[in-house]
């Protein structure tokens, strides 16, 4: 069974950092592009960034670039989000997701979900 594991949402200050994590078990993450997704309350989900099996394709969504980093660690079998200069309006529950493929990364159509962690940013 797929099942991956998000780790590092919390509490912030505007202008703040954190690290998420997603680590994976029961099955290797080599093979799958990884998606962020993150949705607020009243609001849609979204796609935030993808990153494909090896790691030499990333996608941004125009809101976090310059600001959110993807990177993964095939070893560990985890994947990263790094998110720098937060703002109020990145305020959301971040889901991690495993794709066959960035294009699919990129569409949503996703074959194993994580649970979420929430990320509050405020003063």
């Known amino acids: 069974q797929l099942q991956l594991v998000e780790s590092g949402g919390g509490l912030v200050q505007p202008g703040g950092s954190l690290r998420l994590s997603c680590a994976a078990s029961g099955f290797t993450l080599d093979y799958y592009a990884i998606g962020w997704f993150r949705q607020a309350p009243g609001k849609e989900r979204e796609g935030v960034s993808c990153?494909?099996?090896?790691?030499?394709?990333?996608r941004y969504t125009d809101s976090v670039k310059g600001r959110f980093t993807i990177s993964r660690d095939n070893a560990k079998n985890t994947v990263y989000l790094q998110m720098n200069s937060l703002k109020p309006e990145d305020t959301a529950v971040y889901y991690c997701a495993a794709s066959l493929g960035v294009l699919r990364c990129l569409a949503q159509k996703v074959d194993s979900w994580g649970q979420g962690t929430q990320v509050t940013v405020s003063s």
């Open positions: 990153i494909s099996s090896s790691g030499d394709v990333t």
